[in-house]
C-alpha cells in the first residue's frame, strides 16, 4: 500500500510538473513575442465588413502571428471573433500575441496624416484621398460635387472649394467622405477665427472673397514676399473700380492652367472669370489656397501701386507700378525675355 501510495504520489507530482509546463508553455506563446519580422513595424489594415477569417490571413501575411491555432484560441477566449473592427493598426516588432488582440479588440487604429497643398480642383482633393483612406476617390469624387451637399454646407458649386483649408490633418483610416466633409468645415470655422474675420470685415470682403483673392495672388506669384504686396494692388483695383485684370483667371476660364504666357485673344473669352471683361471678383476662388496667401489678403500692403508684372530675369519676383507707363516699360522687357528663350504659349 505504501509503494502504490508512492507511486501515485509520483505520478500527480508528475502531472502538475507537465501540467505547470503546459501552463508555462501557452503563457509564454500568448504573452511571448509573436511578430516575427524584419523591420522596425508593418501596418495591418482591416477593410469595413472583414469578418475574423480575413484578420487572421491579414495577419498571417504580414508574418505577425506564428501560431495560428494559439491565436484563435486566444481570440476566442478574448471574444475579439466576433468583435472585429475596422481600421489601420500599427503592430511593432516583437509584439505579444495577447497584446495584439488586445489592440484589435480595443480598435486602437494609428491615424493617417493627411497633408494637401497645391491643389488646384476637388477631384484632385478626391484622388488624394482615396490613395491614402480607406473609400476609393470616386466616393470622395461624388461627395465633393455633390450639390446638395455643398449647399447645405452654405456654398455654391464654384465656392465649396473655399470651405477646405490646406493643412496636415490626421484622420483615421476608416474616414468616410461624409466625415471628412464635416471635420473640414469644423476646420474651416476654427481657422477663421474671429481676428481673421474682423480682419475680412475691415476690406468688406467675406471669407470666400478672401479666399477667392488668395487664389488669384496664389496662382500669380511663387515668392511670398511678393504675396502681401500684390493682394495690396488687387485691392486697390476693387477700391475704384478698375478690372482686375488677373491673367490666372483667364487661364482657369480657358482651361489652360499650364501655358506660360497670355495672349490679347485670350482676353476674348467669354465667362465670369475673364475679369479683363468683368468687374470685381470672379465667381469663386481658382484654386484652393493655402493659409498663408490667405494671410497675405488679410495683411495686404498698403500702397499706391495698380500694376505688376513678373520680372524680366525670370526670378520669379515682380515689378510694381503706379502707372500704366510705368507699366509698359516692366511689361515689354517681360516679353522681350519671353521671345528670346521662345516662349511664345
Not at 183 to 189: A, C, L, P, Q, T
Request: proline share 5%; net charge positive; with cysteine.
Amino acid at each position: 500500500m505504501a509503494k502504490r501510495g508512492r507511486i501515485a504520489g509520483g505520478v500527480a507530482i508528475l502531472v502538475l510538473v507537465l501540467a505547470g509546463l503546459a501552463g508555462f508553455w501557452a503563457w509564454k506563446k500568448v504573452t511571448g513575442p509573436a511578430a516575427d519580422f524584419a523591420e522596425d513595424s508593418k501596418v495591418l489594415y482591416i477593410p469595413r465588413g472583414a469578418d475574423f477569417d480575413v484578420v487572421v490571413d491579414s495577419l498571417q501575411a504580414l508574418g505577425a502571428i506564428g501560431d495560428e491555432r494559439a491565436f484563435r484560441w486566444l481570440c476566442e477566449q478574448k471574444k475579439y471573433t466576433s468583435r472585429v473592427r475596422p481600421g489601420r493598426y500599427r503592430i511593432p516588432h516583437g509584439m505579444s500575441m495577447n497584446a495584439l488582440v488586445n489592440r484589435l479588440r480595443a480598435g486602437e487604429q494609428e491615424p493617417v496624416r493627411v497633408t494637401f497643398n497645391g491643389i488646384k480642383r476637388l477631384p484632385e482633393l478626391a484622388g488624394k484621398l482615396g490613395r491614402v483612406l480607406e473609400p476609393d476617390s470616386l466616393a470622395f469624387l461624388q461627395m465633393l460635387m455633390d450639390g446638395d451637399v455643398q449647399r447645405k454646407a452654405g456654398y455654391a458649386a464654384e465656392t465649396f472649394i473655399a470651405q477646405f483649408i490646406p493643412n496636415t490633418y490626421e484622420f483615421w483610416w476608416t474616414t468616410t467622405p461624409e466625415q471628412f466633409i464635416e471635420r473640414m468645415g469644423k476646420e474651416h470655422d476654427a481657422f477663421w477665427n474671429t481676428a481673421r474675420m474682423a480682419r475680412a470685415d475691415s476690406l468688406k470682403l467675406s471669407s470666400v472673397e478672401v479666399a477667392t483673392l488668395a487664389s488669384i495672388v496664389q496662382a500669380e506669384t511663387v515668392k511670398r514676399t511678393d504675396a502681401p504686396k500684390i493682394a495690396g494692388v488687387y485691392l486697390n483695383r476693387l477700391r475704384i473700380g478698375m478690372p482686375l485684370q488677373a491673367d490666372p483667371t483667364l487661364k482657369f476660364a480657358l482651361g489652360l492652367d499650364s501655358i506660360s504666357r497670355v495672349l490679347n485673344a485670350d482676353k476674348e473669352v467669354v465667362s465670369p472669370y475673364n475679369t479683363y471683361k468683368n468687374l470685381g471678383l470672379p465667381p469663386g476662388p481658382i484654386n484652393m489656397p493655402e493659409t498663408s496667401m490667405i494671410d497675405a489678403v488679410l495683411n495686404a500692403e498698403k500702397h499706391d501701386f495698380l500694376y505688376f508684372c513678373a520680372r524680366a530675369d525670370l526670378s520669379g519676383y515682380s515689378d510694381f507700378a503706379k502707372t500704366y507707363d510705368q507699366h509698359l516699360v516692366y511689361a515689354r522687357k517681360y516679353q522681350r525675355a519671353l521671345n528670346q528663350r521662345g516662349i511664345y504659349r
